[in-house]
């Protein structure tokens, strides 16, 4: 215990004393350049130099003490070296007693050290010391130079030389390297003397610069590197490229960093190099500039000049169109005068100036592969930009630049990832390989990214199609991290960022809920933030991933309703799909909708017609003015329709209820001239059922079909099978290929069949075609198996009688017409009031019976096809429409004109 007691009191002592060596060395160094003597030192007991600063009297006594050991005479003046960091002891700080020692030993070596350095006269003191533990240390003299010192200052080329002159061949660097004490790298080499590109002779006595010029040669001549381009510095000549670390000796490369290429092209002169500087001051009109001396600018200053413009956001203008035509004549006449950054600037200036002449950006794309090597991801990224943002077809300069970012894209950072996915997917110029190494180099690093990069990329990828899971899996856990944690970048986000960022994520179909709920929250309480276009973004990517909550649709609806004259057709359009697709009813939202639609159906495409009549037929909102506008701007659009959405529109006109048999011989004409290869078997399926429900018979359609699905009948679902073939039944056509191919298919879907009642009774129905009207030898013996099925669904799927068809029936009774209501056949039929002895029988056609049109109701393919299997069963038919009965119910002639239903009757 004493043991360890006492070494700990000699560490204490020891620390005490290593911290008066510290004075005495700072106290030395001023008493060097003022001459101080060693004797005066000690004479007194606590020496004071002329700064003020008081030597402890116990330092100098240990410096006597070695004198008197060893030493012939103390030094005339103390050495400004510092504690060596090279003489230390081999030993290491150990935990108890021993490594007390070895920490005394250390201190103890500091303190002779600060004391016997270098020596100011040629006599020096002895070579040699040796004092109780303490190692063995050979004192050289030399004469103190500060570093930036007039001495130094005047010596430069003995600079190198003062700096290694503390170094002893025994010391070894240990820690931290101080190179201005101790020995160079091993990768120091001397001063020497080069070349450039221009065959100026150059001296590298600081060695490379650091960073990211390293190894690349000497900076480019009198323009620097700064970056360009939209959100980074200016571009300019000058001192701002050159060297301007700090460091004596030069840093290693990294393995990552690329080498730079030397700047193309003559030397510029004084002049264009006082131009740019002129040009990059802010308070210099531009315009101005280029009007007085534009005959003295050269590529560079134009370039410089463009990107100044467009920074300051200067309106366009006669004299920036006349520079930016000045610039396109230049870059064709001499590309040597521009590099790659110019040539980025001058397509993005353009760009952001919103010049109509496109010149330059040709002459941009004609002279980027002379100047490909000097690309850097910044001028790769902003060129792509440029020419995406103005739709200038490209393909080669997309081609070539995203081939030359393959290999940079460990350079690229956040907003140059972001910028070149952009401009891909907007100009439909995707690179797989490119697109992989953006998404890995994302993924490294994600945690540098800002709102807009990251919505920018997920959006690119998704607009692309080009799956990237493991980056939509990254950026969906970083978003829920941020807003768990109310991060600063969660605070962020803007309304369009997620808009763009839940768009995207319901493009690809990724569905993750913890990143839906969190941005459901937030946007909630911002939804005034929102233009319409994100609010559109926003209602569809929820209702299709199926992540609707009325909480949130409410919410959205309040925001919608008063700032719909705001909408384009898109935005229409996507917001009652959003709407329908959710379930979600909102009345007032779809009459504004329908209002604002039908003043704006001049500006609605082919998709956004088929969607607002879908939305519409789907909430069943009852709106006949906007589907008979509907239908006139698509007969209007001709052929640029796609498959789907004729399917879409057809399948929507039939869901609504709605008669247009002049659009529906225009969809039947249109996919007879471009072939049903592009329909799949959806399409086909809804097709089929559309033209069945509005019984528009169709021969050469239906025949074009019938050879199609057979094609496609494995990716048919129970419920696709079942409406087309009702369709077919319905219209009377017979396909027995078709027929064939479905009666194979269909047992594999009959579990779940069992389960779709509609399904069900349409295959009864079908069942009662196949055996009253055309048989089939396949098909039916697959449908008798499981009739009692589809026979109950039937029943189930009958319709009570209304209070208009009691009341006829009342009225019949009393004019003496002996009949039964809701009589049901041996077949299965239901028949409104029959009189089974006669086999006649009166239907009542209510509104479901019908279709409404401009051309007043007609029957829709249901109710033709009861009548066509009543009538090959024997039974004698009369109807009794709706729109008949009421007005005559409400003048009470009613009798009149059931006497003359029961004569047709008799008649027929």
């Given at each position: 215990m004493s043991q360890t007691t006492n070494a700990g009191v000699a560490a204490t002592l020891m620390r005490r004393r290593a911290t008066a060596a510290c004075r005495v060395n700072?106290?030395?160094r001023r008493m060097a350049s003022r001459s101080i003597s060693a004797p005066r030192i000690a004479a007194c007991d606590d020496a004071t130099c002329s700064s003020g600063r008081v030597v402890p009297a116990f330092a100098l006594a240990t410096a006597a003490q070695f004198d008197a050991n060893g030493s012939s005479a103390l030094p005339c003046t103390y050495s400004a070296a510092p504690v060596s960091r090279w003489s230390r002891g081999e030993g290491r700080q150990k935990s108890g007693a021993s490594g007390s020692k070895t920490l005394a030993r250390q201190k103890s070596s500091q303190i002779a050290r600060a004391a016997i350095r270098a020596e100011e006269s040629s006599q020096a003191s002895s070579p040699a010391l040796r004092i109780a533990r303490f190692e063995r240390i050979e004192a050289t003299p030399r004469p103190f130079v500060r570093a930036g010192s007039p001495e130094a200052r005047g010596q430069p080329e003995r600079q190198t030389q003062l700096a290694m002159s503390s170094w002893r061949p025994g010391d070894a660097p240990r820690g931290r390297r101080d190179y201005r004490d101790g020995p160079p790298p091993q990768n120091y080499y001397p001063p020497q003397r080069y070349d450039d590109r221009r065959g100026r002779s150059r001296s590298r006595d600081r060695g490379p610069p650091p960073g990211r010029y390293e190894d690349r040669g000497p900076p480019g001549p009198g323009y620097g590197y700064q970056r360009g381009g939209p959100g980074y510095g200016n571009q300019g000549y000058g001192r701002q490229g050159g060297y301007q670390g700090r460091d004596v000796y030069p840093r290693e490369r990294r393995r990552d960093q690329p080498i730079r290429k030397g700047r193309?092209?003559?030397?510029?002169?004084?002049?264009?190099?006082?131009?740019?500087?002129?040009?990059?001051?802010p308070r210099t009109d531009v315009l101005q500039l280029f009007d007085r001396r534009g005959h003295e600018f050269n590529g560079v200053n134009l370039a410089t000049a463009i990107y100044q413009l467009a920074k300051r956001r200067v309106k366009n203008t006669e004299a920036v169109e006349r520079m930016l035509e000045r610039a396109a004549e230049r870059i064709n006449s001499d590309v040597s005068e521009f590099d790659a950054r110019a040539l980025a600037n001058c397509a993005w200036g353009a760009v952001k100036l919103e010049s109509s002449n496109m010149r330059i950006l040709d002459a941009v794309a004609d002279a980027t592969p002379r100047v490909l090597e000097d690309f850097n991801p910044q001028a790769i990224a902003n060129t792509l930009w440029a020419f995406a943002t103005k739709d200038v077809a490209a393909p080669e300069l997309f081609e070539t630049l995203s081939t030359a970012a393959l290999p940079l894209m460990d350079r690229f950072n956040a907003q140059d990832l972001g910028n070149t996915a952009w401009a891909c997917a907007k100009a439909d110029k995707c690179d797989s390989r490119l697109f992989q190494r953006i998404e890995a180099q994302c993924c490294r690093t994600l945690h540098k990214f800002e709102p807009q990069n990251i919505s920018n990329v997920v959006w690119s990828f998704a607009t692309a199609g080009i799956p990237a899971p493991n980056l939509f899996r990254a950026v969906a856990d970083?978003?829920?991290?941020?807003?768990?944690r109310n991060s600063h970048r969660w605070r962020r986000f803007n309304a369009q960022a997620f808009a763009n960022l839940v768009w995207a994520y319901a493009t690809v179909k990724h569905d993750h809920p913890q990143m839906f709920d969190v941005i459901e929250h937030a946007a909630i309480q911002c939804f005034d933030q929102f233009d319409?276009?994100?609010?559109a973004n926003f209602a569809w990517a929820y209702a299709t991933v199926e992540r609707a909550s009325p909480q949130l649709f409410g919410a959205l609806a309040q925001a919608l309703l008063p700032r719909l004259d705001d909408f384009i057709a898109e935005g229409l359009s996507s917001?009652?799909?959003?709407?329908?697709?959710?379930?979600?009813?909102?009345?007032?939202?779809?009459?504004?909708?329908?209002?604002?639609?039908?003043?704006?159906?001049?500006?609605?495409?082919h998709q956004a017609l088929a969607n607002v009549a879908w939305a519409?037929?789907?909430?069943?909102?009852?709106?006949?003015?906007?589907?008979d506008a509907i239908a006139e701007t698509a007969l209007s659009?001709?052929?640029?329709?796609?498959?789907?959405?004729?399917?879409?529109?057809?399948?929507?006109?039939s869901n609504a209820r709605r008669s247009s048999p002049k659009l529906f011989d225009f969809i039947a004409k249109t996919c007879l001239q471009r072939g049903l290869g592009a329909f799949n078997s959806q399409d086909l399926a809804n097709t089929a059922f559309a033209f069945g429900t509005a019984g528009h018979a169709s021969r050469e359609l239906f025949d074009a079909i019938g050879e199609a699905a057979p094609r496609s009948i494995g990716s048919f679902t129970g419920q696709g099978l079942a409406n087309t073939l009702w369709a077919y039944c319905v219209l009377g056509v017979d396909a027995p290929a078709f027929f064939t191919a479905a009666a194979e298919a269909l047992p594999a879907h009959i579990d779940r069949l069992r389960e779709d009642f509609a399904a069900s009774s349409q295959l009864y129905q079908v069942f009662l075609y196949l055996q009253i009207e055309s048989p089939h030898q396949k098909l039916l013996p697959v449908l008798a198996e499981h009739r009692q099925i589809w026979l109950d669904a039937f029943w189930n799927d009958s319709i009570r009688p209304s209070q208009s068809q009691l009341g006829v029936s009342h009225a019949l009774n009393v004019l003496g017409w002996d009949h039964e209501d809701e009589l049901r056949t041996e077949d299965g039929l239901s028949l409104d009031m029959a009189n089974s002895s006669t086999k006649t029988v009166v239907e009542f056609d209510g509104p479901t019976h019908y279709l409404q049109g401009p051309d007043g109701p007609s029957l829709d393919g249901r109710t033709h096809?009861?009548?066509?299997?009543?009538?090959?069963?024997?039974?004698?038919?009369?109807?009794?429409?709706?729109?008949?009965?009421d007005p005559l119910l409400a003048s009470g002639a009613t009798e009149p004109y059931l006497r003359g239903v029961l004569a047709r009757l008799k008649s027929e």
């Open positions: 700072a106290c030395a193309i092209g003559p030397r510029p002169s004084r002049e264009c190099i006082a131009l740019n500087r002129e040009l990059t001051n970083g978003i829920v991290e941020d807003g768990r319409p276009q994100n609010l917001t009652a799909w959003a709407y329908a697709k959710a379930g979600i009813a909102a009345p007032a939202l779809f009459r504004e909708i329908a209002k604002n639609a039908q003043a704006k159906l001049g500006s609605f495409n519409f037929a789907a909430a069943d909102v009852h709106a006949p003015e906007l589907f659009q001709g052929e640029r329709f796609n498959s789907q959405d004729l399917a879409n529109l057809a399948q929507a006109f096809f009861k009548r066509r299997l009543l009538a090959r069963l024997g039974w004698t038919c009369a109807a009794v429409p709706y729109f008949e009965w």
